[in-house]
């Protein structure tokens, strides 16, 4: 395994796509594209924050009646600072705004105003403003809100940006160096997708009537997913899962049979429609799903805490499940209508899960494919395409973020993706991944070193950036030398 090396780094060039932007008033809507490049600098001179923005609009019209709004925003864990907007005005907007001044002279309007431009053009334009700097500024992120805003007062928030993931005083600035481990390569790379279908059967009965009911739009849910998969030249079907669930009321062999004749029945169904072999077609039986009725009942808020302890207590004891069901009907709370209506109705479904296999991807693929269906790449490919961009672009650590939610359990990708976080000084997320990484490596030793060091936890910092000196972590020494550094202004 290779291990990449990543600085920390303060500030970012930050790019906003417009894509489709739709905007609707009661006279017209028009649909807005084109790109602002935003570059943020931030200053601390004596008890001052300055913060310096390029912001270039590329091929992004404003309509005459129209304003773009871009309100810098001091985010903190607790508090939160909205800073003077820039706004580009529509040139009858600005027509407006300027006659406004007129008729109230004296007046303070708070806002940095530009006249933009119908057409689409590229056009700079300088921001400035400067705050108090207090202390909780320090943790704080610089994110940015866009909103464009029409005519007869009606508005559209755009989206929320984060520009700056934490704002570090000068002074006590330090630059870490974050390890990396590129993960192994994917010998063969197995997939698997699932869709639950909740059918409605007439009592007693295992056929499926596609118009009865809502039957139509379930079955559709499983015939989707198997057109998809069968459509798509990356992936080969190497298996299809049926499993039968049914809820508990009623005698438990009932249940098992109605279980196992309803899978069948999906089995038949979709054998029928695709032409797929049926040796790939597997029926498990379930019956009743006490796992399930376990979970809704933890996170359902639909019963009281006494009653829902009660149940629980009922679900996990060694009792025979015709039992249970048993108890749970004779709890006196008057609650098992409840149960019935919303969770039992929950556990009758038949589940379809396709297993499949899926083909390795060059760099050029994986980067295009992480848009549209990022399951499909392997940790290997995902960590080939974060590397495309600089750390400090957003979507490199994105890409990290998405890689961890793909393979929670694996050690390596939670450590790039707790690295990743510390880039971005996101102390309290990095910690999470940290837990779930292999820690016998110097990798997780050194950026176990660099999140204690963020942490203001020096003497643990120094513990674990030793180890990682001793394990052959060359980054290490450059980390202790932060560290000296740091403690040194306190």
């Known amino acids: 395994m290779k291990t990449n090396n990543r ?54 019209p404003i309509d005459n009646e129209r304003s773009l709004t871009l309100t810098p925003v001091l985010t903190g864990e607790s508090r939160t600072k909205q800073l003077t907007p820039l706004i580009i005005n529509g040139s009858r907007r600005h027509q407006l705004y300027l006659r406004y001044l007129a008729l109230n002279k004296g007046v303070d309007y708070p806002v940095a105003v530009k006249r933009g431009d119908k057409t689409a053009y590229a056009r700079e334009v300088a921001y400035h403003t400067a705050v108090r700097y207090e202390q909780w500024m320090g943790d704080a992120s610089l994110d940015l809100v866009e909103d464009l805003c029409g005519c007869a007062g009606n508005t559209q928030k755009i989206s929320v940006e ?55 739009k379930e079955l559709d849910k499983a015939e989707n997913l198997l057109r998809e998969l069968q459509d798509d030249r990356n992936v080969s079907i190497t298996g299809i899962t049926i499993r039968g669930f049914a809820s508990p009321e009623g005698e438990e062999e009932m249940n ?18 695709f032409v797929i072999p049926r040796s790939i ?15 809704l009942m933890e996170e359902s808020d639909l019963f009281s ?9 009922i679900i996990r004891s060694n009792a025979p499940n015709d039992d249970k069901q048993t108890a749970i009907v004779a709890l006196k709370s008057g609650s098992y209508d409840m149960i019935l209506k919303n969770i039992y109705s929950r556990l009758r479904r038949v589940v379809c899960r396709v297993d499949y296999r899926v083909r390795a991807f060059n760099l050029e693929e994986a980067k295009e494919l992480y848009f549209s269906k990022p399951q499909q790449l392997s940790l290997d490919e995902l960590f080939r395409v974060a590397n495309t961009y600089d750390d400090s672009d957003p979507q490199f650590g994105e890409i990290f973020e998405t890689a961890v939610r793909l393979f929670p359990e694996d050690q390596t990708a939670n450590l790039n993706a707790a690295a990743s976080s510390l880039i971005h000084g996101n102390t309290q997320r990095a910690k999470r991944y940290l837990e779930r990484s292999d820690k016998t490596t110097a990798e997780y030793m050194n950026n176990r070193g660099v999140y204690e060091l963020l ?30 550094k740091k403690v040194a202004t306190l």
């Open 305 to 313: 805490e006494n009653y829902r302890a009660d149940v629980l207590e």
């Open 281 to 295: 077609y597997s029926v498990e039986p379930v019956g009743e799903d006490w796992v399930g009725f376990e979970k």
């Open 162 to 216: 984060r520009l700056v993931a934490m704002i570090v005083p000068p002074e006590s600035k330090i630059e870490p160096l974050l390890a990396y481990i590129h993960p192994d390569v994917e010998a063969e790379k197995m997939r698997d997708e699932q869709a639950d279908i909740f059918l409605d059967f007439k009592v007693a009965e295992t056929v499926i009537l596609p118009n009865f009911m809502s039957n139509r």
């Open 256 to 273: 098992k049979r109605l279980g196992v004749g309803r899978a069948n029945a999906l089995n038949q169904y979709l054998s029928q429609r």
């Open 7 to 60: 600085k920390y780094k303060y500030g970012i060039v930050f790019t906003l796509y417009l894509l489709g932007w739709a905007l609707f008033s009661p006279a017209s809507a028009q649909e807005y594209n084109g790109r602002i490049n935003v570059k943020p600098k931030l200053s601390l001179i004596d008890d001052s924050l300055y913060i310096d923005m390029t912001v270039t609009l590329e091929g992004v």
């Open 455 to 484: 942490s203001e936890n020096y003497e643990e910092a120094r513990v674990w950036l030793e180890k990682a000196r001793s394990n052959g972590s060359k980054l290490a020494e450059h980390n202790l030398a932060e560290l000296d």
